[in-house]
């Protein structure tokens, strides 16, 4: 995020401060942050049935590999690299939806 964005979020946290009935500036941000929310649950659907793929072919969740492949126990083979990989973009992304839902 650019210096100039965060010095915007923090013009309209003054603003809301002072005008907390101002309901464009507070639907505003409510689209804002639902959009991203939308997003990012269409992109974990996505990365969902990539992993899924990976999971039924090799008969294991995907944090059980990740801490297997991480250990050293699986070998550096091509599909246990994507899949690492998808599973760390998934993690990624779903931390990144529940800073929006406030979770």
């Known amino acids: 995020m650019s210096a100039q964005a965060l010095t915007n979020i ?6 809301i401060e002072k005008n907390k009935d101002d309901k464009i500036v507070s639907g505003t941000i409510n689209k804002i942050i639902q959009f ?3 997003k990012y649950k269409k992109e974990l659907t996505e990365l969902k049935k990539e ?3 990976f999971e039924a072919k ?17 070998g550096d ?4 690299v994507e899949w690492s990989s998808l599973y760390k ?4 992304v779903l931390e ?7 979770v």
């Open 96 to 102: 990144r939806k529940n800073i929006l839902e406030g």
């Open 51 to 53: 992993l899924s793929l």
């Open 58 to 74: 090799y008969r294991m969740d995907s944090p059980h590999f990740l801490g297997d492949f991480e250990a050293g126990k699986l």
């Open 36 to 38: 991203k929310i939308d």
């Open 10 to 15: 923090r013009i309209l946290e003054r603003y």
């Open 77 to 80: 083979s091509i599909d246990f």
């Open 89 to 92: 973009i998934h993690q990624r």
